[in-house]
Structures are given as C-alpha cells and as structure tokens.
C-alpha cells in the first residue's frame, strides 16, 4: 500500500522545536525506523488506529499489511487515511501523513511478488536488524 499524496505535500508536517521540519529533516525522519500509528476510518465511522512498519521510498510510504487486517479492509472501503511518524525526543518531533491511499498489489504471499518480498525484507531488516531477514 502507498499513498497517492507524496508526503512532500503533506499536511501538518512539524517540529515542535522550530514549526515546519525542512524537506531534508522530513527524509530524515521518515527513513528512521520508527513504528508509524496508521489511522482509518472503521465501518462505524470511528477512528481504528494500529502501528505498522513503513518504508519511505523519498516520494511515498510503502505499507506491507496481511490480507485479513481490519484496517485494509477499512482502507478497500474507504481510502483515506493518515500516518504518523514521531520520535520519541524532547521536541516530540513528528510528521503527518493524510490523504488517500492506494493498493498496489494483493493481497498475496509474498512468495508470490518478487517487489513485494523485497520491501518487506528491506523492512524486516530495517526494524529488527539483521535477524529481521529471518523474520519474512
């Protein structure tokens, strides 16, 4: 999954320390490995919030989810969405992510996508280090 709204035209992308983050902090945080909170919107109307695992690409974010999640079934129905990023420091610095999203393939074994499993590995190994691999 990725977002159709580069995060370059995101809103509310800021640093409590400064306001605005510039475009090179915003990469920067983004290729951290920091678990994201994605929020959709349920069949109810109400926000369903859950952490994930991204992959900034420098023009969108890439979501590897299981078929059977709640949230892709909420985003099937309703694309809209939005991802937060946020460190953990003083500044509580952060970036906001909303717009539309988008499934690009699936859902699949990985087995099955050669791009796919890429990602995911590239993920595993970000978030859990070496050991990730083993993960997928």
Do not use: K, N
Not at 34 to 51: F, Q
Not at 103 to 122: H, K, S, Y
């Amino acid at each position: 999954m990725t977002s159709q709204r580069h995060a370059s035209e995101a809103f509310g992308t800021v640093s409590a320390r400064e306001g605005a983050l510039s475009a090179a902090e915003r990469d920067a945080l983004l290729r951290e490995p920091i678990v994201a909170a994605l929020a959709t919107i349920d069949d109810d109307g109400a926000p369903y919030i859950v952490h994930i695992w991204i992959e900034w690409d420098g023009e969108a974010i890439w979501l590897l989810c299981r078929a059977r999640a709640a949230y892709v079934r909420h985003l099937v129905a309703r694309p809209t969405a939005s991802l937060l990023v946020a460190r953990a420091d003083a500044a509580q610095t952060r970036v906001l992510i909303t717009g539309e999203a988008e499934i690009v393939a699936g859902p699949a074994p990985l087995t099955d996508d050669a791009r796919m499993r890429e990602i995911a590995t590239r993920m595993a190994v970000h978030y859990r280090g070496e050991a990730g691999a083993r993960y997928i």
